[in-house]
């Protein structure tokens, strides 16, 4: 089974997925791709994997698409930081870590999260959660995480959000995460790659 996913949610997919094949279908192989969003549709596109896991992006109508669950995005900060009670001037102090730009530009979900907060000039851009988390977790920056990243481990805490021109935010960076395969696959693998992922990954709180 050829099966692509970005890298944050390998980590919390992979093991109990893993797990499952050994016990439903011992025979089969797995062969895992990581990389972001549009690349894992492209290779999905081209017949180079049977399916993939990823975040919301606009027009999936070529594609078979199954819901899986949803996540949220964050501003969060180390918690054994001085300055974890000092609120949203944290990241003025430590300046903030971001989703680096693809090819097609940022999520519009993502885009709509920072123009909200008016968060500009990012400290660092990278193409890696998990590389965004750790060094947030060290205490070097404020980062933009998905929640389910960010609640992992319990050492990070999220930063309230500040009113914007006195409203209340809407845009919290909620998105869809689906399992996406060729309109012509075969729909009992992306079924069950579906109901396995969304086993595997419960809706963050």
């Known amino acids: 089974m050829n099966f692509g996913t970005y890298e944050s949610i390998a980590i919390d997919l992979l093991p109990g997925l893993i797990n499952s094949l050994r016990q439903k279908l011992?025979?089969?192989?797995?062969?895992?791709?990581?990389?972001?969003?549009?690349?894992?549709?492209?290779?999905?596109?081209k017949?180079?994997?049977g399916s993939a896991l990823i975040t919301e992006v606009d027009e999936l109508g070529?594609?078979?698409?199954?819901?899986?669950?949803?996540?949220r995005l964050g501003?969060?900060?180390s918690r054994r930081l001085p300055i974890v009670d000092d609120g949203w001037p944290a990241?003025?102090?430590?300046g903030f870590g971001s989703l680096a730009p693809g090819k097609s530009g940022l999520?519009?979900?993502?885009?709509?999260?920072?123009?909200?907060?008016?968060?500009?000039k990012p400290a660092i851009l990278s193409d890696s959660f998990e590389t965004l988390r750790a060094a947030c977790s060290a205490g070097s920056i404020v980062a933009i995480l998905p929640n389910r990243v960010a609640?992992?481990?319990?050492?990070l805490t999220e930063?309230?959000?500040?009113?914007?021109?006195?409203?209340?935010?809407?845009?919290?960076?909620?998105?869809?995460i689906y399992v996406v395969s060729q309109i012509n696959c075969d729909r009992v693998e992306a079924d069950f790659v579906a109901v396995e992922a969304k086993r595997l990954l419960r809706e963050p709180t």
């Open 107 to 120: 999520p519009r979900y993502f885009t709509k999260f920072i123009k909200q907060y008016d968060l500009a």
């Open 62 to 71: 070529r594609f078979y698409v199954k819901d899986v669950t949803e996540d």
């Open 75 to 77: 501003l969060y900060i």
């Open 159 to 176: 930063l309230a959000p500040k009113p914007h021109s006195g409203k209340i935010a809407k845009e919290t960076g909620r998105h869809k």
């Open 151 to 155: 609640r992992r481990m319990d050492d």
């Open 47 to 49: 017949g180079e994997l």
């Open 91 to 94: 990241i003025r102090t430590l």
């Open 26 to 45: 011992p025979n089969l192989r797995l062969e895992l791709r990581i990389s972001r969003t549009p690349n894992l549709l492209t290779m999905v596109r």
